[in-house]
């Protein structure tokens, strides 16, 4: 997998008297992003929204996150759809250390029926041999009954059919095509992780997400390198990664925000269902097939774990680290200002170091000229 990934920050959580972490309603509805059976297709938007702290701080154009999840259909009963997840995802964004205990009831037939409408119609069929077209015959009571099953604990992953696609070295990338009822549940469940992970994810990731692509990424690294101080750039690929996952550390860094047992059952039977290669099956003792709905949100959660959230402290720490302190006092001699502008100037340096030790946004160059203009 090839991602790309600049720097940024996310805002700081605010913490609310917020029940449990659930919405009111015990149903919930999203609008869905065209066609994909990945459920993240990258949309192109423009930079006039106004956006969380995040996106600006880097000094890039700003991106337009789906943090306006709620539908506007016109009768109550859609409008309580609409809110469910909206509770969840407000949850997640106002108390980052909340695990959510019960997420299960989100996942409706109407949840269903939207993650089935998202799917590629001309996808090819997993072991199951169900197009989409046949599965669309009789669609009400196909989903009802799949509904009942993943409540009951009666649904069963089945295995991903192994195919395979040259990569330009001449090498062959293994793909995993799933049943299409798998993808069905899978986009369900995406759906409503996404509300939490949507919060919880760092601003310079960009792979596999909603609203996002890789022609942001680029956009922001062309601001990056033009508009700052650039030394070197690195450029890295992860070989085998999908293959390679561990199955265990991604169930553990999952429950540090999800604690409903049904839900990591789910995500559990699509990891150990195996692969189905020229009529044989294969166990998968780790890695998490490449083509199914899951699989990049899944990754996204190993990497922000993994690698983004110690980019995020490290870079922090280097911007103290950069810069010593008789550099920056030699620096702001040489600059011609008036004794207040030098002082405020020295004072938002110091400002920058201590928002990176303590993670607060505060502007201490912008107090220190305050106290000396007052003086």
Known sequence: MHENRETSEMPEAILCDRPAGEGSSRTARVHVFEESDSGTVPMSHSNKSGQPP???EEG??????NTHQLSTHSTQGEARV??????VRKAARERKEMKFTALLHHLTVALLRDGFYALKRKAAPGVDGITWNEYETGLEDRLADLHSRVHRGAYRAQP?????????????????VAALEDKVVQQAVVTILNQIY???FRGFSYGFRPGRSQHQALDALYVAITRKKVNWILDCDIRGFFDNLSHDWLLKFVQHRVADRRILRLIQKWLKAGVLEEGEWKDTEMGTPQGSVASPLLANIYLHYVFDLWVDAWRKKAVCRARPETERRRETRGVRLSGIHAYQREGQERGLCAEAQ???QTDAGQAAGNQAATA
Do not use: F, N
């Open 198 to 200: 949507e919060e919880d």
């Open 60 to 65: 890039r154009p700003l991106i337009k996150e």
């Open 160 to 176: 991903s059919r192994r195919v395979y696609i040259p990569k330009p070295d001449g090498r062959q990338r293994p793909l995993g």
């Open 82 to 87: 609409s809110q469910g997840l909206a509770g």
């Open 54 to 56: 995040a996106e600006s």
């Open 358 to 360: 303590d993670g607060e």
